[in-house]
Structures are given as structure tokens and as C-alpha cells.
């Protein structure tokens, strides 16, 4: 059973950065999609960014240029590096993993397909 565990979040003014960590404990597949995901308040949970086991990556229209994910095979850690941030960013924001689909970039940042998830950080971007 894979456990994930977010850190990184907090408050931060517009126009800020956060880097949001993910650890995955028991984390022994080879192929693999693993995701950012965020719902704010009272809306849907959405896909942020997702990034394939070979290093293929997918990124919602909102935060292109803005957002960067990234991981480190090594120490099972996924990344969330975020510029410019804005005061829709505001949410709480959870990674996943699944292992199970041959995802396409763009299925890749459905939550539906996946299988695995932490419990969340939250990400409050506010003056």
C-alpha cells in the first residue's frame, strides 16, 4: 500500500512561490502517473499537473508557465514548484498515484484514475 504525504503548503502574497513536497512510502512501481490535484472551497477537485514515470508531463491550462512538477526517483519525492501565484490558487492541494492505466498526458489529470492519495496541504495566496 503506497503512502503519500504532502508538505509545502502555507500563506503566501500574490505573486509568491511555494515548492509543495510529496514523500510516497512503499512506493515500488516502475510505470506510473503521479499528480497534483486541488479543490478549493466548495468546487470540484481538479487537476493541476501530472507527471509520467518516463518524465512525460501534463499541466492544466491555468497554471502553464507558472507551475513546474517535477520528482526525484531517488528519494520517491514529487514537486510542485509554483510561481506567480494567484488568489484563485487558493485550495488545498493533494498528490496521487496510480499504476494501474496507461494514462494519456491529458486523462493524466483526471483524479478518477487514480488509485492512491495523501491527505492534502493546504495553499492560501491572499494580501
Known amino acids: 500500500q503506497v503512502q503519500l504525504a504532502e508538505s509545502g503548503g502555507g500563506s503566501v502574497q500574490p505573486g509568491g512561490s511555494l515548492r509543495l513536497s510529496c514523500a510516497a512510502a512503499r512506493h515500488t512501481y516502475s510505470v506510473y502517473w503521479m499528480g497534483w490535484f486541488r479543490q478549493a472551497s466548495g468546487k470540484e477537485r481538479e487537476g493541476v499537473a501530472a507527471i509520467a514515470s518516463d518524465g512525460r508531463t501534463s499541466y492544466a491550462d491555468s497554471v502553464k508557465g507558472r507551475f513546474t512538477i517535477s520528482q526525484d526517483n531517488a528519494k520517491s519525492t514529487l514537486y510542485l514548484q509554483m510561481n506567480s501565484l494567484k488568489a484563485e490558487d487558493t485550495a488545498m492541494y493533494y498528490c496521487?498515484?496510480?499504476?494501474?492505466?496507461?494514462?494519456?498526458?491529458?486523462?493524466?489529470?483526471?483524479?478518477?484514475?487514480?488509485?492512491?492519495w495523501g491527505q492534502g496541504t493546504q495553499v492560501t495566496v491572499s494580501s
Open positions: 496521487a498515484m496510480e499504476r494501474r492505466w496507461r494514462l494519456t498526458p491529458m486523462q493524466a489529470l483526471r483524479a478518477t484514475w487514480y488509485d492512491y
